[in-house]
């Protein structure tokens, strides 16, 4: 059915409010990032006033003997080798809930879903009495380990392996001889791209924004995340006034891995949607 124009307009409006309200904060940040401390609180939030973002970015690489540098170097760590293994290990559980019959199937798939609806603030408490008692508090592994569980990417991973990968792809290749392994990692996880893009770009994003997990960890601040180190700068500008800016550049660095990640990975997602729309 034809659409009237005034739906056309009224949709085309609703999608520009809503781009204008998502996009607001990253216009605030951009135009905050580029002004100096006085500037930042004696000029209107919207507009430039004597821009030097270049400069600003300097300082806050540099502030401290580069610990920022530091801070992203543990970011990426926990975020890229976290969001990597979860992808792994989530696809290949929900590849095997979904094409594998064994006891217990449904009930482990029960837990699972139980363990979506958990916030990870629940969880943060019990997991430091757990890796203090194996003495893992106040290092890379308290925070990395936690990371590489996923039971949404499990979910996920189930659903969308029920309907993206063939039973009769799977049998003709046991039939040529292929194992179990090889299937999954030559064949499987192919089929999965889309899913794994997803599941990794939510893992990503999780850990590179996640707070709470290493404020209870950590007291080392070479160990902290970003996140983590940009809110002690924000706690302590009262005293030291010039870590308002460092914090806000600290921020508008910080969101361009996120930005560069999404850009880089969507075209799976085209890809994905476009999968079987052409027939054989």
């Not at 090889?182 to 990503?204: E, G, K, N």
Request: glycine content about 8%; some cysteine.
């Amino acid at each position: 059915m034809q659409r009237s124009p005034g739906w056309r307009i009224l949709v085309t409006a609703a999608l520009a409010v809503a781009a204008v309200y998502f996009l607001f904060p990253v216009y605030w940040l951009t135009i905050a990032a580029t002004k100096s401390t006085s500037s930042l609180f004696g000029s209107s939030g919207l507009a430039l006033d004597n821009p030097q973002l270049l400069t600003n970015l300097v300082n806050v690489v540099t502030y401290n003997g580069g610990i920022f540098g530091r801070w992203a170097l543990n970011s990426v760590l926990y975020s890229g080798v976290g969001a990597v293994v979860a992808t792994i290990c989530s696809l290949a559980a929900g590849y095997c809930l979904a094409k594998f019959t064994f006891r217990g199937r449904e009930v482990w798939f029960n837990i699972i879903l139980a363990g979506v609806m958990i916030p990870g603030t629940a969880l943060a408490l019990p997991l430091f009495l757990l890796m203090s008692q194996v003495g893992l508090v106040n290092t890379y592994w308290s925070v990395l380990l936690p990371s590489l569980v996923s039971p949404f990417g499990v979910y996920l991973g189930r659903i969308y392996a029920q309907a993206a990968v063939p039973d009769s792809l799977l049998e003709a290749s046991r039939l040529d001889g292929a194992g179990e392994f090889r299937i999954f990692f030559t064949l499987v996880l192919r089929l999965m791209m889309p899913a794994a893009v997803t599941i990794f770009l939510f893992q990503f994003i999780g850990i590179w924004n996640n707070f709470f997990l290493p404020l209870v960890m950590l007291s080392d601040q070479s160990l902290y995340p970003i996140t983590l180190g940009l809110v002690q700068w924000q706690s302590v500008s009262d005293r030291h006034p010039e870590l308002y800016q460092l914090a806000i550049g600290g921020a508008f660095l910080s969101v361009i891995p996120i930005m560069i990640a999404i850009v880089s990975l969507q075209r799976f997602w085209k890809a994905g949607l476009t999968e079987g729309s052409v027939k054989g």
